[in-house]
C-alpha cells in the first residue's frame, strides 16, 4: 500500500497578527510569492477584533493547508509567537510579524545560508523600511556581523527585526520560546539567547521590508526603555550602583539601552532628558563616547527610524546644537571626570566628524568643509584615517569632481578609489 502520510514542510511560517488585517494580505502574499515553496504559514490571531480572520479565509485552504489559521485570548505579542512554534511543523521557524512583509527570495537566501553553515542555529538579512501606504524610506539596514561575534554586537545594541531571522527550530528546544512577561523587546531577549549558545548568522541583502507606522512597539520610548532594562537585568543583573565596578557586558548593554534612550527624547524634543540619558551611557561605559557609529546615530537624533540617514532632510546644524552641549555638559561633569578621563578630544573628534558625514549626506558641503577641521582640532588623528581623508577630499572637491576624477587613469593603473564616495 502506497504512504499517504503528508510530507512535513521543511519551513513554517508564524504571523502573529493582533488587528493589523488591514497589513495582513501583503505579508501573506509575500510568503506565497517565495522562490522557495517548501513551507507552510501559521496565522495567529491574537485575539484580533478586525477582519484578520476574514483575510485568512480568502486564501483557499489546498490539499497540503498552506495557510493556517490559529486564533487564541490576546497574551501578547511573544505569546502570539509561541503559539505558533508549537503549532509548527517544520524544522526551520520564520517570524514574519503582520506589518511586515519579504522580497521573494528571502527563503532562499537564509535557507541557503543555513544549509551552507550547519554549526548555525539562525542567520537573519537586512531591511527595507516602507511607512502604511507601501513608500519606501530612505534608511536601509544592511550591516553584518561575524557569526561567532553576534552575541558581542547584541550586547552593545545590534539591532534587526525578527521578521529577518530565520531560526532552526532546536534553537527553541534549547534555550527556550519567547518571554511573554516582556510586552517589548522580547526579541532582544530572544536573539541574546540564541547567539550565546550556537553561532548566528548575518546576510547584507536588504530582503525584508519593515513597516514604520502609528502602531509599532517601537514607537514608545518610555515602554521600551523598561523592557529593555527588564532583559539588561534578566542577563546581566541589575545596573545599580556604581558603573565602573559593573560587568563589562553590563556596563555596554545598559549604555545601549540609555543611548537609544537619549535619540528617542532628542527626537521628542526633551532635549534636557535626552542629555541625561546620555549621560548615564557614557557613564556606563565611557568607550561608547568615542564610537563613531553612536555619535553618527546621534547626529542623525530628530529622525525617526526609517529616516535615520544622512540625508537633505536631517537638519544638522540643529542637532550639533544638542549633541555637543550635550557632550560638553557630560565632559565637565566632575563626577564623571574619572570615567571619561582621557577621551574628550576623541569623542568631540568624532562627533564633528560623525556631523560632517550626516553633512556631506544632505549636500551640505559648507557645513563638510566648517565641520571637519573642528573634528582635527579635536584629535588630529583623524587625519591618518583613510574614511576621514576621502570625506574631506569630497567635501572640497565636490561630488561631481570625484566622480570625474574616479574616471580618469594613466594607462595600465586602476581607477581611482574612493571609498564612500557615493
Not at 561608547?288 to 535615520?308: F, H, I, K, N, V
Not at 582640532?377 to 566622480?403: A, I, S
Request: with cysteine; hydrophobic share 40%.
Amino acid at each position: 500500500m502506497a504512504d499517504t502520510r503528508e510530507t512535513p514542510p521543511r519551513v513554517s511560517v508564524v504571523v502573529p497578527c493582533f488587528n493589523h488585517g488591514h497589513f495582513l494580505a501583503r505579508a501573506i502574499d509575500s510568503i506565497l510569492a517565495q522562490s522557495r515553496q517548501d513551507f507552510e504559514v501559521l496565522v495567529v490571531d491574537d485575539g484580533s477584533t478586525d477582519q484578520t480572520r476574514a483575510v485568512v479565509q480568502g486564501y483557499p485552504n489546498r490539499g497540503e493547508r498552506r495557510v493556517r489559521y490559529v486564533w487564541q485570548e490576546n497574551r501578547g505579542l511573544p505569546g502570539a509567537r509561541n503559539t505558533g512554534i508549537r503549532a509548527a511543523r517544520g524544522e526551520l521557524i520564520a517570524l514574519l510579524d503582520a506589518d511586515d512583509s519579504w522580497r521573494p527570495e528571502f527563503l532562499a537566501a537564509t535557507g541557503a545560508y543555513l544549509e551552507a553553515h550547519p554549526e548555525a542555529g539562525a542567520v537573519h538579512t537586512g531591511c527595507f523600511f516602507i511607512d502604511a501606504r507601501e513608500n519606501r524610506l530612505p534608511q536601509v539596514s544592511t550591516g553584518t556581523v561575524p557569526a561567532g561575534m553576534m552575541r558581542t554586537a547584541l550586547v552593545g545594541g545590534e539591532f534587526f527585526i525578527p521578521s529577518a531571522v530565520l531560526v532552526r527550530r532546536r534553537c527553541f528546544d534549547q534555550v527556550g520560546l519567547f518571554d511573554e512577561s516582556l510586552r517589548a523587546s522580547e526579541d532582544w531577549d530572544m536573539w541574546l539567547r540564541v547567539a550565546a549558545a550556537v553561532p548566528f548568522g548575518s546576510l547584507p541583502d536588504p530582503l525584508v521590508e519593515y513597516r514604520i507606522h502609528d502602531g509599532n512597539m517601537s514607537g514608545g520610548v518610555e515602554r521600551m526603555l523598561r523592557t529593555q532594562l527588564a532583559v539588561v537585568e534578566k542577563h546581566f543583573g541589575r545596573p545599580a550602583g556604581d558603573p565602573a565596578g559593573w560587568p563589562e557586558d553590563r556596563q555596554r548593554s545598559a549604555a545601549a539601552v540609555f543611548r537609544y534612550a537619549a535619540q528617542g527624547f532628542f527626537l521628542r524634543k526633551e532635549p534636557a532628558i535626552g542629555r541625561d540619558f546620555l549621560r548615564q551611557a557614557l557613564a556606563a561605559h565611557p568607550a561608547s563616547s568615542t564610537s563613531l557609529e553612536a555619535l553618527y546615530e546621534l547626529a542623525c537624533c530628530d529622525q525617526p527610524l526609517g529616516r535615520r540617514v544622512a540625508g537633505s532632510h536631517v537638519a544638522v546644524e540643529r542637532n550639533a546644537a544638542l549633541l555637543l552641549p550635550a557632550l560638553d555638559a557630560i565632559f565637565s561633569d566632575p563626577d564623571l571626570a574619572g570615567r571619561l578621563r582621557g577621551r574628550r578630544g576623541q569623542a568631540f573628534g568624532n562627533a564633528w566628524f560623525a556631523l560632517a558625514l550626516v553633512a556631506y549626506g544632505g549636500g551640505r558641503l559648507d557645513l563638510v568643509r566648517r565641520y571637519l577641521p573642528r573634528a582635527v582640532g579635536h584629535n588630529p588623528r583623524l587625519l591618518g584615517q583613510r574614511q576621514f581623508q576621502v570625506t574631506w577630499l569630497k567635501g572640497l572637491l565636490g561630488r561631481r569632481l570625484v566622480d570625474l576624477l574616479k574616471q580618469i587613469r594613466p594607462a595600465g593603473r586602476p581607477p581611482l578609489s574612493l571609498e564612500n564616495s557615493g
